[in-house]
Nanobody, 120 residues
């Protein structure tokens, strides 16, 4: 099993930056992909970014151009750097991992989420 703990959320003014962290513990060697998602009340959880075990990254939609995803293997931590934040970025941000021997049989684990509020 894998346990995930997000941190780094909070209140930031428009135009500001935040770096979210997703610290993994447990069977971290089996993690294939880590993803960052966000969700606002009443809406679906949206994928923002992924980073694979090999370090390949992908950004989706609104994350392109403002967000970057990276990881520190020694710390088993994945980061989401968010710049030029807008009020519409306000959401609960979650990290998730696919863990297993291959993507077809991988198990999904979720963190508890961290609130990001962009407001003046």
């Amino acid at each position: 099993q894998v346990q995930l703990v997000e941190s780094g959320g909070g209140l930031v003014q428009p135009g500001g930056s935040l770096r979210l962290s997703c610290a993994a513990s447990g069977s971290t060697a089996d993690i294939l992909v880590t993803g960052w998602y966000r969700q606002v009340p009443g809406k679906e959880r949206d994928l923002l970014a992924t980073i694979s075990r090999s370090g390949r990254t992908n950004l989706e939609g609104s994350a392109k151009g403002r967000f970057t995803v990276s990881k520190d293997n020694a710390k088993n931590t994945v980061y989401l750097q968010m710049n030029s934040l807008k009020p519409e970025d306000t959401a609960v941000y979650y990290c998730s991992v696919l863990s297993g021997t291959d993507l077809e049989t991988a198990v999904v684990y979720w963190g508890q989420g961290t609130q990001v509020t962009v407001s003046s």
